[in-house]
């Protein structure tokens, strides 16, 4: 529907530390991500009075704006993402299952972009 942008998650060249390097970067993404996005916001957002539901859509909303470059299927995604796990971090409080599960997400994205580019027809 033309709804996304093609986006090469990673372009190193083939070395040996390509692989590392793009774990690497996944886990500090996810980390920052859900750190920054999902437990700072939602706790000062509700420090600041905010409901919850007021806050879980802000912070989604913020984390979609930012993945908008990756078209607005990118963006309506991570709007969805930040759903789910703002509203995990809320009924539990437990930080890590998110940054797992975000950094295990852009593994697969950086690492399975390097493993198929060029073996299949709709990756760039």
């Given at each position: 529907?033309?709804?996304?942008?093609?986006?090469?998650?990673?372009?190193?060249?083939?070395?040996?530390?390509?692989?590392?390097?793009?774990?690497?970067?996944?886990?500090?993404?996810?980390?920052?991500?859900?750190?920054?996005?999902?437990?700072?916001?939602?706790?000062?957002?509700?420090?600041?009075?905010?409901?919850?539901?007021?806050?879980?859509?802000?912070?989604?909303?913020?984390?979609?704006?930012?993945?908008?470059?990756?078209?607005?299927?990118?963006?309506?995604?991570?709007v969805v993402m930040g759903l789910v796990f703002g509203r995990y971090w809320q009924r539990t409080g437990r930080?890590?299952?998110?940054?797992?599960?975000?950094?295990?997400?852009?593994?697969?994205?950086?690492?399975?972009?390097?493993?198929?580019?060029?073996?299949?027809?709709?990756?760039?």
């Amino acid at each position: 529907a033309g709804l996304n942008l093609t986006v090469a998650p990673s372009v190193l060249a083939d070395y040996w530390w390509r692989v590392p390097t793009e774990v690497l970067w996944a886990v500090a993404n996810s980390g920052a991500e859900e750190i920054l996005v999902v437990a700072y916001i939602l706790t000062r957002l509700r420090q600041l009075g905010w409901s919850e539901n007021s806050s879980l859509f802000a912070s989604a909303v913020l984390r979609g704006s930012y993945h908008l470059y990756q078209g607005l299927g990118g963006g309506f995604g991570n709007v969805v993402m930040g759903l789910v796990f703002g509203r995990y971090w809320q009924r539990t409080g437990r930080l890590w299952p998110l940054v797992i599960a975000h950094a295990l997400i852009d593994t697969v994205a950086f690492v399975g972009y390097q493993a198929l580019r060029g073996h299949v027809s709709w990756l760039p």
